[in-house]
């Protein structure tokens, strides 16, 4: 079992930046992967970024170069750092964590993120 509390979010102007966080408790040395998705009114949830336990990172072409992601092993989080921010970045972002060897997947409770132009 993982859970993983989300931090972080909340209204900005167009251009701006954002950090969100992701405290991950529980078995997290049983993290295959982590990472972030996202999910505009609407839509159905997108992947913005994941990153495997050997460092493999796969960005959203919609985020690359403009969103970041890192983490704190010794804290357990996760950090994802937006820059440059768009409109359409706005959602409901949820920090994600995959076991491989369980095959289960986990979810934050998801923070709000909106971009104004």
């Known amino acids: 079992q993982v859970q993983l509390a989300q931090s972080g979010g909340g209204l900005v102007q167009a251009g701006g930046s954002l950090r969100l966080s992701c405290a991950a408790s529980g078995s997290t040395s049983s993290i295959t992967v982590i990472g972030w998705f996202r999910q505009a009114p609407g839509k159905q949830r997108d992947l913005v970024v994941t990153?495997?336990?050997?460092?493999?990172?796969n960005y959203a072409d919609s985020v690359r170069g403009r969103f970041t992601i890192s983490r704190d092993n010794a804290k357990n989080t996760v950090y994802l750092q937006m820059d440059s921010l768009k409109p359409e970045d706005t959602a409901v972002y949820y920090c994600y964590a995959y076991l491989s060897i369980t095959r289960l997947e986990y979810w934050g409770q998801g923070t709000q993120v909106t971009v104004s132009s």
């Open positions: 990153q495997s336990r050997l460092g493999t990172t």
